[in-house]
């Protein structure tokens, strides 16, 4: 079947970096890739909705300016959480978008010290 | 805003013992419904999907049955295993929504040797 992957698997970094995040749809071709976050004993919440070739969708209360999303091809889209900090510690998963919903990545462990 | 929740939080179960998964959701205007499942630290693994024209669906030990009249939407598991215990989440995907899946709030479940 379809696989996804996510590059890092986790990442620690210093507050105020910069992070990027991959997600790489393996053996099918994704237009739409979804990016997700998940805090402890919580729920998936939608970040964005990453298009390939034309800006990503935000979710309300998401700020664009601080989770750049690039969708540059087909089997690519990646997260940069900007200027990090504590807060936005956090486990984030990608999804490719396929017809029935099935492919979700490993997800990212992120903590910012 | 349209929502999709959970019954229990947590539900332990004997092994052996059967399963059930409650889900309520709120949009009336969902066509499509996924249970998945996620362990500690890693992505959603899809289960099992029904879809509004349907409601039950039988799969490999579970089956899920939908209720469009009380929108309501379980998942059972017979035979529960050691390995079922994670965290279970439905998801409800609209029908003007494209590939954009709502979640619900997740129940965990523990199976007891």
């Known amino acids: 079947g379809a696989v996804v992957s996510q590059h890092p698997s986790w990442v620690i970094c210093k507050s105020g970096t910069s992070v990027k995040i991959e997600c790489r749809s393996l053996?099918?071709?994704?237009?739409?890739m979804f990016w997700y976050r998940q805090f402890p004993k919580q729920s998936l919440m939608l970040m964005a909705t990453s298009n390939e070739g034309s800006k990503a969708t935000y979710e309300q209360g998401v700020e664009k300016d601080k989770f750049l999303i690039n969708h540059a091809s087909l089997t690519l889209s990646t997260l940069t959480v900007t200027s990090a900090h504590p807060e936005d510690s956090s486990f984030y998963i990608c999804?490719?978008?396929?017809?029935?919903?099935?492919?979700f990545g490993p997800g990212t462990r992120l903590t910012v010290l | 805003g349209e929502s999709v929740g959970l019954h229990l939080p947590t539900l332990s179960v004997q092994e052996g013992d059967n399963s059930i998964i409650n889900c309520a959701y709120s949009n009336s205007a969902s066509d499509y419904f996924i249970w998945y499942k996620q362990e500690s630290g890693k992505g959603p693994q899809f289960i099992i999907d029904i879809r509004s024209n349907m409601d039950k669906r039988q799969g490999q030990r579970v089956t899920v049955l939908l209720n469009k009249t009380v929108k309501h939407l379980s998942l059972q598991i017979a035979a529960t295993q050691p390995g079922d215990s994670a965290v279970y989440f439905c998801?409800?995907?609209?029908?003007?929504?494209?590939?954009?899946?709502?979640f619900g709030g997740g129940t965990r479940v523990l199976v007891k040797p």
């Open positions: 999804r490719a978008g396929d017809p029935d919903e099935q492919f």
């Open positions: 053996d099918f071709q994704a237009t739409t």
């Open positions: 998801a409800e995907r609209g029908k003007a929504a494209g590939n954009k899946l709502t």
